[in-house]
């Protein structure tokens, strides 16, 4: 049990700054570091080297970091920005579709005729 606690101290650090960061960004530098950590947690320990047991805290990870997500945005700002990029993901992805799909309609009816 002691191990248990030893090897969940070294970890703590990286939940505490995905849970109290200062900035997102102190966030994004920390999951590289908290993912070596917690490979490094998975391959000594006895208790976490399962994945029944490494799942989990692998979940509540996650979770904590979809929570840190939604607290950080800015759901206004983001949809603000939502005009220009619908703009920019038709011009970029669905026109070229488009023209393919024209291209395609061409090719059978010009079949159909011969």
Not at 43 to 70: F, G, K, T
Request: hydrophobic share 50%.
């Amino acid at each position: 049990m002691i191990l248990l606690i030893r090897f969940l101290s070294t970890l703590e650090r990286h939940f505490k700054n995905v849970t109290h960061g200062a900035t997102f960004r102190v966030v994004t530098e920390t999951i590289p570091k908290m993912m070596s950590a917690l490979r490094m947690v998975w391959i000594i320990s006895r208790h976490y080297n399962r994945d029944e047991r490494m799942v989990p805290l692998m979940e509540r990870i996650a979770n904590q970091l979809c929570d840190r997500v939604a607290r950080s945005i800015n759901v206004r700002t983001l949809f603000r920005y939502f005009g220009f990029f619908k703009n920019v993901l038709f011009a970029e992805f669905f026109f070229p579709l488009v023209i393919n799909q024209v291209k395609l309609l061409k090719n059978v009816q010009k079949q159909k005729i011969c």
